[in-house]
């Protein structure tokens, strides 16, 4: 089951999200159409819309019955999937990725500086946009795109190093994904206008949701398979980014082995020997248990919101993200 089909309990959501990717698209139109092409290449590459959906999903949470969210949460939807789309094609430079959501990179196409601008010019629109919906708006998706690069700094100045701890990670998971979720839900609640209150509720959740996600998907990276990820699995292990089931791994019996393989630079018969040792060590069962502690905690923060069909999609959405794990479908 896709993440964002557990929302989908919201009988207006595919019709909402419908309407986004109609604005998606149109918002990356240029006078140029070749950067309109290459700004619209992951767009029509597909994806679940994760984000937006969390925004479309938060901005019902007071509304007794779901109905079509406005055009301002859409708006919202759609600056924070830009900034997402942005981000993705500068991380593919960093990590020289030859694929994502099973095409051809950005910059494999069209080579590094091309994508580099082209994710520049995504950012300039999702700030666009933003500012169109208020300074509050604009002002938190500004924050949460410096949150970004101080969450992807942080990763890099960890890279190779076997001495990575659990905080330093959560650090890094904070600031390059937990952020963007928790802004996405924040949106959706400024836009619908929801009291401050419950604002505040929806931002904790998503900051909580996005912690979970994370580590989760750092959890696929070394179990999933390359056509389940749609890009090359194992690759955080070849990049010398140690995540958290890479770091519990360490701890264990299996550690000062694993520390002869990694430190440096890797072959991907390496990367196979760690990725068995990974897993026989348990390190993966001890990160599924710290994501399920962040979903917990999401879930527990819904308690305090309205009992509405948004609130149970929600909750919904969080509990499928252990499931994910254990069954790696990849959204």
Same mark, same amino acid.
């Given at each position: 089951?896709?993440?964002?089909?557990? #929302?989908?309990?919201?009988?207006?959501?595919?019709?909402?999200?419908?309407?986004?990717?109609?604005?998606?698209?149109?918002?990356?139109?240029? @006078?140029?159409?070749?950067?309109?092409?290459?700004?619209?290449?992951?767009?029509?590459?597909?994806?679940?819309?994760?984000?937006?959906?969390?925004?479309?999903?938060?901005?019902?949470?007071?509304?007794?019955?779901?109905?079509?969210?406005?055009? %301002?949460?859409?708006?919202?939807?759609?600056?924070? @999937?830009?900034?997402?789309?942005?981000? #993705?094609?500068?991380?593919?430079?960093?990590?020289?990725?030859?694929?994502?959501?099973?095409?051809?990179?950005?910059?494999?196409?069209?080579?590094?500086?091309?994508?580099?601008?082209?994710?520049?010019?995504?950012?300039?629109?999702?700030?666009?946009?933003?500012?169109?919906?208020?300074?509050?708006?604009?002002?938190?998706?500004?924050?949460?795109?410096?949150?970004?690069?101080?969450?992807? !700094? #942080?990763? =890099?100045?960890?890279?190779?190093?076997?001495?990575?701890?659990?905080?330093?990670?959560?650090?890094?998971?904070?600031?390059?994904?937990?952020?963007?979720?928790?802004?996405?839900?924040?949106?959706?609640?400024?836009?619908?206008?929801?009291?401050?209150?419950? $604002?505040?509720?929806? *931002?904790?959740?998503?900051?909580?949701?996005?912690?979970?996600?994370?580590? $989760?998907?750092?959890?696929?990276?070394?179990?999933?398979? %390359?056509?389940?990820?749609?890009?090359?699995?194992?690759?955080?292990?070849?990049?010398?980014?140690?995540?958290?089931?890479? !770091?519990?791994?360490?701890?264990?019996?299996?550690?000062?082995?694993?520390?002869? $393989?990694?430190?440096?630079?890797?072959?991907?018969? %390496?990367? %196979?020997?760690?990725?068995? =040792?990974?897993?026989? *060590?348990?390190?993966?069962?001890?990160? =599924?248990?710290?994501?399920?502690?962040?979903?917990?905690?999401?879930?527990?923060?819904?308690?305090?919101?309205?009992?509405?069909?948004?609130?149970?999609?929600?909750?919904?959405?969080?509990?499928?993200?252990?499931?994910?794990?254990?069954?790696?479908?990849?959204?």
């Amino acid at each position: 089951m896709a993440l964002v089909s557990s #929302l989908s309990i919201l009988p207006t959501l595919q019709d909402d999200l419908s309407r986004l990717e109609q604005i998606l698209v149109d918002s990356v139109v240029a @006078e140029d159409d070749y950067l309109t092409e290459i700004a619209s290449h992951l767009i029509a590459a597909g994806g679940k819309r994760v984000r937006p959906g969390f925004a479309i999903a938060s901005s019902g949470v007071e509304t007794s019955e779901a109905e079509n969210v406005s055009e %301002d949460v859409l708006l919202g939807g759609v600056a924070v @999937e830009l900034v997402h789309l942005g981000s #993705l094609y500068h991380d593919d430079v960093m990590d020289e990725a030859e694929l994502r959501r099973t095409v051809p990179s950005v910059n494999a196409l069209w080579g590094n500086l091309t994508a580099i601008l082209a994710g520049d010019f995504l950012l300039a629109r999702a700030s666009e946009i933003a500012a169109s919906l208020g300074t509050e708006v604009a002002g938190l998706l500004a924050k949460t795109i410096g949150e970004l690069c101080e969450g992807q !700094i #942080l990763e =890099l100045q960890s890279t190779f190093k076997i001495d990575r701890s659990l905080e330093a990670y959560e650090r890094s998971i904070s600031g390059k994904t937990a952020s963007l979720l928790s802004t996405a839900c924040k949106i959706g609640g400024l836009t619908a206008q929801l009291s401050r209150e419950n $604002i505040d509720i929806v *931002s904790s959740f998503g900051h909580s949701y996005g912690m979970a996600f994370q580590i $989760i998907d750092d959890i696929l990276d070394l179990t999933a398979t %390359d056509e389940e990820l749609g890009k090359p699995s194992g690759n955080d292990l070849m990049e010398g980014v140690y995540t958290l089931p890479v !770091i519990s791994a360490f701890s264990s019996k299996f550690g000062e082995e694993l520390k002869d $393989i990694l430190g440096s630079e890797i072959s991907r018969d %390496d990367r %196979d020997k760690a990725r068995a =040792l990974i897993r026989e *060590s348990g390190g993966v069962a001890d990160a =599924l248990s710290r994501a399920q502690y962040w979903t917990d905690k999401a879930v527990v923060s819904l308690g305090d919101l309205p009992d509405s069909e948004a609130t149970i999609a929600l909750k919904s959405a969080t509990e499928h993200l252990i499931v994910r794990a254990s069954s790696p479908i990849i959204d």
